[in-house]
């Protein structure tokens, strides 16, 4: 089992920088896909980013604006979010799960393992 705790969310204005934390016990991250999702209000859990073994992917709606980067050491996985809009706000999930194929096939809310309970980004305009 994984548990997972994300940590790192607020009320940041437009433009503004958050980093997002995901902690994990139980399992070292080491051979795991990590990835970040989020949920608007009356939304779809929508993909973010993910990570495996150095190699990422990001949603093109984030894409040059948020990094994912882990510490297995720390065994924690990073959100740098960067130049912040109004429709980036969202609760932000980190997930889990195993990693057997390339990791752009981990950009679905399905392929997933584990979750964690999820932390609230508000961007003001």
């Known amino acids: 089992q994984v548990q997972l705790v994300e940590s790192g969310g607020g009320l940041v204005q437009a433009g503004g920088s958050l980093r997002l934390s995901c902690t994990a016990s139980?399992?070292?991250?080491?051979?795991?896909?990590m990835g970040w999702f989020r949920q608007a209000p009356g939304k779809e859990r929508e993909f973010v980013a993910a990570l495996s073994d150095g190699a990422t992917t990001y949603a093109d709606s984030v894409k040059g604006r948020f990094t994912i980067s882990g510490d297995n050491a720390e065994n924690t996985v990073y959100l740098q979010m960067s130049s912040l809009i109004p429709e980036d706000t969202a609760a932000y999930y980190c997930?889990?799960?195993?990693?057997?194929?390339?990791?752009?096939?981990?950009?679905?809310?399905?392929?997933?393992?584990?979750w964690g309970p999820g932390t609230q980004v508000t961007v003001s305009s």
């Open positions: 139980g399992r070292t991250l080491r051979n795991y896909v």
């Open positions: 997930a889990a799960v195993p990693g057997y194929y390339s990791i752009l096939y981990y950009n679905k809310v399905g392929r997933y393992d584990y």
